[in-house]
């Protein structure tokens, strides 16, 4: 696993690869993603948004099914009210949590909903006939995992444009798709702010920083059998 070159490695298998300068480029966006919770006021281009969209777009799907929806919430008024959601979840998940974390968590900035310029949110659709169930008999949430791809790819999409984005799931997700007119057999899957971060890139995760959680050795993850 952590040979790259070497056994394996010929001529024919290297012809399909990126050069190595892009594929170390490549490893640097993924490292310095970071998701982003404080922005600062400016508009991102719509021309930057559209194209990140259109990558996004092209993220894999079950049976091509293609079951992301995208709401760009625009309304002063709908945001306001998604905010409040995220105030009424956040004070819940609060008190769920344990006491000797409480408050750390108290402390943590969880969401730019009231700074960042673009509110996203996005849905799968559950009934789509796109791809004609192919894949999603036995396990219909692949739906939901093929949404959640897109939105990696647009995380990493606005990135490389140096643009930040922040998901936010600790809402309310019937009262989001009220807000949202999300029609029957939509499913809600986040919501994201998006915009120019206030804040150097970090190689490390904020919830790390501030002694939340730490990065997982990636051996205990793995295994053969
Ligand atoms: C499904 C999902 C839901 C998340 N929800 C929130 C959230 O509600 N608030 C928040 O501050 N971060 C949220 N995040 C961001 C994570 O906290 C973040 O990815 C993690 O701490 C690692 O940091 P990094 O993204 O900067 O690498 C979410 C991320 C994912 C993938």
Redesign the pocket.
């Known amino acids: 696993m952590s040979e790259v070159h070497g056994q394996g490695e010929n001529a024919e298998n290297r012809a399909d690869a990126f050069e190595d300068a892009f594929i170390e480029r490549f490893a640097e966006l993924i490292r310095l ?3 982003v ?1 404080r922005f600062r006021p400016d508009p991102v281009p719509e021309a930057i948004l559209a194209e990140a969209l259109q990558l996004a777009h092209l993220a894999p799907s079950v049976g091509f099914s293609q079951p992301w929806r995208f709401v760009l919430v625009e309304d002063e008024a709908k945001r306001a009210g998604a905010a409040e959601s995220f105030r009424r979840a956040n004070a819940a998940a609060l008190a769920a949590t344990a006491p000797e974390d409480r408050a750390l968590y108290a402390r943590l900035k ?2 730019g909903m009231r700074e960042a310029p673009v509110q996203l949110a996005v849905f799968c659709d559950e009934e789509t006939q796109t791809g004609r169930k192919l894949g999603a008999r036995t396990m219909p949430e692949t739906r939901s995992f093929s949404t959640v791809c897109a939105i990696h790819t647009l995380w990493l999409a606005l990135r490389a444009r140096g643009v930040g984005l ?5 809402l309310e997700p019937e009262e989001i798709c009220r807000i949202c007119e999300a029609p029957p057999g939509w499913r809600f899957i986040a919501w994201l702010c998006i915009g120019w971060p206030e804040e150097a890139r970090a190689e490390v ?3 790390e920083r501030l002694g939340w959680e730490r990065r997982l050795p990636l051996q205990k993850l793995c295994r053969r059998v």
């Open positions: 993603r970071r998701d919770r969880l969401e922040g998901w936010v799931s600790i995760p904020e919830l």
